[in-house]
């Protein structure tokens, strides 16, 4: 009799930590899409912020203007060190060649006088986390 209360006892006991495995995975998986989630809607205030200072920048002759431009800027630099903080960083192109991958061509332009691939323009930053990307950049590249 002894036997059998001990090998239900264990049993409960397994099954328990069965449930439990299952509840941490299930909370590890809600944590990564929220994650996810929240580092898309920061990416996207980075992309806003980068065609805002794009238009300001035209118009940069009138000192408020300038003002606004700097302001913005140290927000963005905050927003960069806070990915960083986090391990995460913008896509880097030394050589300024698009690598497959790291980013996404979304329109192409012809010249004779750069290389094939090289990045013209970069529409949207991309961003990774050590080895993992997590959102392409976007460019415009040279297509002879």
Do not use: W
Not at 2 to 23: C, G, S
Not at 28 to 33: A, D, I, L, S, V
Not at 126 to 141: N, S
């Amino acid at each position: 009799m002894e036997k059998q209360v001990i090998e239900a006892y264990f049993t409960k006991f397994q099954k328990e930590i069965v449930e439990l495995k299952h509840e941490l995975s299930a909370e590890k998986m809600r944590f990564h899409n929220s994650e996810q989630s929240l580092l898309i809607e920061l990416f996207e205030t980075i992309d806003a912020m980068e065609n805002l200072l794009e238009n300001l920048k035209q118009k940069e002759q009138d000192k408020t203007i300038k003002r606004v431009i700097k302001n913005i800027q140290s927000i963005q630099k905050k927003m960069f060190r806070i990915l960083t903080e986090r391990d995460i960083h913008k896509i880097e192109f030394p050589d300024n060649l698009a690598k497959f991958g790291f980013c996404k061509v979304v329109d192409t332009e012809i010249n004779p006088e750069l290389p094939e691939k090289t990045i013209v323009k970069t529409v949207k930053i991309g961003f990774q986390q050590k080895d993992k990307i997590l959102r392409p950049a976007e460019v415009i590249t040279i297509k002879n």
